[in-house]
């Protein structure tokens, strides 16, 4: 059947700010506190749609969340109106308040696992939201994200996310890879968890970040999705690439159509990955394993430099792969090198571009963090909420839109300024005309 991989970005908000909230996340540790530029940070999302709509490529757009998220202030005791809430958080909990304002959501990777109608038991496409339970700021997405899925996918299977519990924990698309041989045929689906939901002491040392995502939640995920367990694959993340500072899978492997590209460190047992996507492969697709050593690169350039966090995309006409990757891979000496030596060879990948997307790579986000892929047959893209769909006209509206409302910098003391709460509600109730989400669409809309 013909299908293609479209890829909905989420659009950067208002509040883009360096919060230093994810802990295991090297830059986010690192730019905490720095002034971010929300309005350079939405274009350069808006520009990365566009890159992708002009290479013939099916791009759609999430629309950011409201921030700061009132409900989680208000189920913390906060009383009175909207701007009561706020100011009372800032004044006796500048913690939860802080986590309240992270423009986190635009990492779409993390909204849900998304299985495609090819490989699903009743045909259609699944949808679960990501809990995202480990870490505060993230964990307030989840009823926000049902709703854009809801708005952008009438007609797939929308799960509600998992208990928002440790058990559980989810992180989404960026734990899982598809494998085909070509999009509209039956898939392989690859969870990869970085720990068991309950570990008993084996004497070693503590790790030194959080794993965020566990077996048991990518199990419950392929079960509700009802995948063939013939097809489905599970593979734990090293704790060394946790350590390291991969505290999603997708910062160290990308995998399209028959191709997983990963790092030598990515996996706990590589050996048994590669033979049980083989296994599962049989009669469906011949897999392509690209794998990075590390004498060539270093763990450490892999993951500043962000080399695997890129979109690895088959663009109309090409027979190669392309990776789309951002400016700091180009900058980092060991993988540009690698890049140019990949290209240069007759391997699936044959080509890299550079993009930028500095102000999200600040917090630990690369081109392959902004976008989810939802792989659809040309019947449900046309389904889809046209509105949400970049299109030249699309950009042009979304554009205007970023340039009326959004500030050019934020500075940590500006984030509980109830005039920017007030400035980003104004601009998301714009948003939802533009997007066709209607004006209940956000809890500040709903009263
Ligand atoms: O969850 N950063 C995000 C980055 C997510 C990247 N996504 C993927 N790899 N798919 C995270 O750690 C930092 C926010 C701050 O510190 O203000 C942050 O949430």
């Not at 749609?49 to 013939?56: F, V, Y």
């Not at 002491?201 to 048991?216: E, L, M, N, V």
Request: charged letters at 20%; glycine letters at 8%; a negative charge.
């Amino acid at each position: 059947m013909s299908a293609q991989e479209a890829n909905f970005d989420g659009l950067i908000g208002p509040t883009h700010n360096y919060g230093g909230l994810s802990d295991g996340n090297l830059a986010s540790a690192k730019n905490a506190g720095l002034v971010s530029h929300p309005k350079a940070a939405a274009l350069q999302g808006l520009a990365k749609m566009e890159l992708m709509m002009n290479a013939g490529l099916w791009q759609g757009v999430f629309p950011p969340h409201q921030r700061p998220y009132i409900p989680a202030l208000r189920r913390a005791g906060f009383l009175g109106n909207d701007r009561d809430v706020f100011q009372s958080a800032w004044k006796s909990d500048p913690i939860l308040a802080k986590n309240t304002m992270s423009a986190s959501n635009m990492w779409a990777a993390n909204a849900a696992t998304v299985s495609p109608s090819f490989d699903t038991q009743d045909g259609g496409l699944h949808l679960t939201p990501a809990n995202l339970s480990t870490m505060l700021h993230r964990s307030i997405e989840s009823e926000q994200t049902e709703r854009t899925l809801r708005a952008g996918f009438p007609f797939a299977k929308v799960h509600t996310a998992l208990p928002n519990q440790s058990y559980f924990a989810d992180e989404g698309a960026a734990n899982h890879v598809r494998l085909c041989s070509e999009r509209g045929a039956v898939g392989v689906e690859v969870f990869v968890y970085g720990r068991t939901a309950f570990v008993v002491s084996t004497g070693q040392p503590s790790p030194k970040f959080p794993a965020r995502q566990t077996r048991q939640a990518s199990e419950s995920i392929a079960r509700s999705h009802g995948l063939n367990p013939l097809q489905t694959v599970f593979a734990k993340q090293s704790q060394t690439a946790i350590d390291a500072g991969a505290f999603h899978n997708d910062v160290v492997c990308v995998g399209a159509l028959d191709t997983l590209f990963y790092h030598q460190d990515a996996f706990d047992d590589t050996a048994l990955l590669q033979s049980e996507i083989r296994k599962s492969a049989q009669g469906l697709l011949d897999p392509k394993f690209v794998e990075v050593p590390r004498q060539d690169v270093p763990l450490e350039d892999a993951i500043k430099a962000y080399l695997f966090n890129s979109m690895l995309v088959k663009r109309p006409n090409e027979d190669r792969l392309t990776l789309i990757a951002p400016l700091e891979t180009r900058e980092n000496l060991a993988t540009f090198a690698y890049c140019n030596q990949l290209i240069a060879g007759n391997g699936p990948i044959g080509q890299v571009d550079y993009i930028d997307v500095r102000q999200s790579m600040r917090n630990g986000g690369g081109p392959a963090c902004l976008r989810l892929r939802v792989t659809l047959s040309d019947t449900e893209w046309a389904q889809v909420n046209p509105k949400m769909k970049i299109t030249p006209s699309q950009l042009q509206n979304l554009k205007a839109w970023v340039n009326q409302y959004y500030r050019d910098t934020l500075a940590p003391e500006d984030l509980s300024d109830p005039r920017l709460m007030d400035e980003s509600f104004s601009a998301l109730d714009a948003l939802t005309v533009i997007l066709g989400l209607g004006s209940d669409f956000y809890p500040f809309q709903r009263g």
